[in-house]
Nanobody, 120 residues
């Protein structure tokens, strides 16, 4: 009964900013890592950014210096601050979390996706 809910997507002008949020809820024993992936039309889904429970981060080369991932462990929430947005950032963004729902299991969970469109 783990659910990820994203928010914050929308339409933005090139050079603008958006802040995505993803909250995990349900039966959660612990969260190992949370991240953001994106998929543009005709392209493979790719990792955008990921953050571990020790706050180590990694980013796709295409977003380094522009995007920042952060995490509020108390709220089981991950954020993606997206600055200096480019048209090539247009994609459906998916929240992902590697979660131990019980002491016995580890599973990957996905949000429903949120559309980010960067266009003038």
């Amino acid at each position: 009964q783990v659910q990820l809910v994203e928010s914050g997507g929308g339409l933005v002008q090139p050079g603008g900013s958006l802040r995505l949020s993803c909250a995990a809820s349900g039966s959660i024993f612990s969260i190992n890592s949370m991240g953001w992936y994106r998929q543009a039309p005709g392209k493979q889904r790719e990792l955008v950014a990921r953050i571990t429970n020790s706050h180590n981060t990694n980013y796709a080369d295409s977003v380094k210096g522009r995007f920042t991932i952060s995490r509020d462990n108390a709220k089981n929430t991950v954020f993606l601050q997206m600055n200096s947005l480019k048209p090539e950032d247009t994609a459906v963004y998916y929240c992902n979390a590697n979660i131990r729902p019980t002491v016995f299991r580890v599973n990957d969970y996905w949000g429903q996706g949120t559309q980010v469109t960067v266009s003038s």
